[in-house]
């Protein structure tokens, strides 16, 4: 069975045609790149692991201009920057193939009772109380266990997680390369949610996993997000300038 970065690699290069990368920002919170259409797509910089030398990137000041395909295909370097910056080039190039949106809020779609242990992969702290006061039992695997009390480290994952009745996962377990060893965990989920700005709008890639909805970013204003990637600036930034909006789409038929 083909792995999904293989399968990201199979439809992206369908994707890139002859575009160029125009413009490539590596900010603190996410990466952007910008394509010839001025298409925008973002993904999740791990700036801790990534910024511990002078010189992050070895071919800095060389890689805008390059093509779309040669940028994308940095998804199988392996290292996290280069898989952003991949990753990233993927998102850009779907923005003109976005399919339709179902809403915003994916939490509208999971039916979530006292009856459910949900099982949240990532920290995702506007999310913790709306869920925690609809379900029985929220358990959060978060790397940085420091973030917050109650946290579970990634260890925890292949013991609590086939237990759970509703799954939401961050999408930077893309970048990380551990959502194939994640999603494999995952027992009889009703419902496993791909969540965050890093999230490729590919519902046919995600059909041979347990993935149900994808929870990622339209763009709306690709050069404002270019200006805020590059200040620092994340999430809660790109959505209240109205440069990004929030879309939900069904993974599956």
């Keep these: ?5 293989e399968r ?10 002859n575009q160029i990368v125009t413009d490539l920002r590596v900010g603190l919170g996410y990466t952007a790149v910008e394509v010839s259409y001025k298409d925008v797509g973002l993904a ?6 990534v910024s511990r030398r002078c010189t992050v ?3 800095t000041g060389e890689i805008t201009g390059r093509s779309a395909k040669e940028l994308f295909g940095w998804l199988r370097k392996g290292d996290l920057l280069s898989t952003a910056i991949g990753l990233a080039t993927l998102n850009a190039l779907l923005q003109a193939y976005l399919p339709e949106s179902l809403g ?3 939490l509208q779609f999971l039916k979530i009772g006292p009856k459910d242990r949900v099982g949240m992969v990532g920290f995702f702290p ?11 039992e929220l358990l959060v695997f978060e790397r940085e266990v420091n973030k917050g009390k109650g946290l579970l480290s990634p260890e925890d994952i292949r013991s609590h997680i086939p237990d ?3 799954v939401i996962l961050t999408a930077t377990t893309l970048i990380n390369q551990t959502f194939d060893q994640i999603t494999r965990h995952i027992g009889g989920a009703r419902e496993v949610v791909l969540v965050g700005p890093s999230t490729p709008l590919l519902p046919d890639i995600f059909e041979e996993t347990p993935i149900t909805y994808l929870a990622g970013i339209q763009m709306i204003d690709g050069k404002k997000s270019l200006q805020i990637v590059s200040e ?6 790109l959505t209240s300038s109205g440069s990004v909006k929030k879309i939900v789409v069904a993974s599956k038929s």
Aim: charged content about 30%; overall charge positive.
């Design 44 to 49: 999740y910089t791990f700036s801790r692991d």
């Design 57 to 59: 990137g070895k071919e």
């Design 126 to 136: 506007p999310l913790i109380q709306p869920i925690r006061r609809r379900c029985g």
């Design 164 to 166: 759970c009745s509703i």
């Design 8 to 17: 990201l690699l199979e439809k992206g290069m369908d994707l890139a045609g």
């Design 1 to 5: 069975m083909k792995s999904t970065t």
């Design 104 to 106: 915003k809020d994916f």
């Design 232 to 237: 620092g600036g994340g999430t809660p930034r």
